[in-house]
């Protein structure tokens, strides 16, 4: 059984930064993203990697703000966030699957889900 759970939300200014992690447990992870979902907003990608090839994709706007980081021995993904804006604000959601995956930001492929950690930029 795979459990995730998301630390390290909270509220920053604009173009702070802030570091969420998810710390994973169980088997047969092959797949780990990010993912926000804003009020009366579908989810949306943020950035995900294959664990095997450490291969990582990340949406457009996140590309050049976002890092995502994996620790093996810890079992965490974590995602740090700079320069941050007001449309950040979100509730920022771990993902995992034990498929690979050709493209990573689908949510509707990830199996595992945490309960999410709320990230709200001021301006």
């Known amino acids: 059984q795979v459990h995730l759970v998301e630390s390290g939300g909270g509220l920053v200014q604009a173009g702070g930064s802030l570091r969420l992690s998810c710390a994973a447990s169980?088997?047969?992870?092959?797949?780990m993203g990010w993912f926000r979902q804003a009020p009366g907003k579908e989810r949306e990608f943020v950035g995900g990697?294959?664990?095997?090839?450490?291969?990582?994709e990340y949406a457009d706007f996140a590309s050049d703000r976002f890092t995502i980081s994996r620790d093996a021995v810890e079992n965490t993904l974590d995602l740090q966030m700079s320069r941050l804006k007001p449309e950040d604000t979100a509730v920022y959601y771990c993902?995992?699957?034990?498929?690979?995956?050709?493209?990573?930001?689908?949510?509707?492929?990830?199996?595992?889900w945490g309960q999410g950690t709320q990230v709200t930029v001021s301006s």
């Open positions: 993902a995992a699957d034990g498929s690979l995956m050709s493209s990573l930001n689908e949510p509707r492929a990830y199996e595992h």
């Open positions: 169980g088997r047969g992870i092959l797949t």
């Open positions: 990697i294959s664990l095997g090839s450490g291969r990582k």
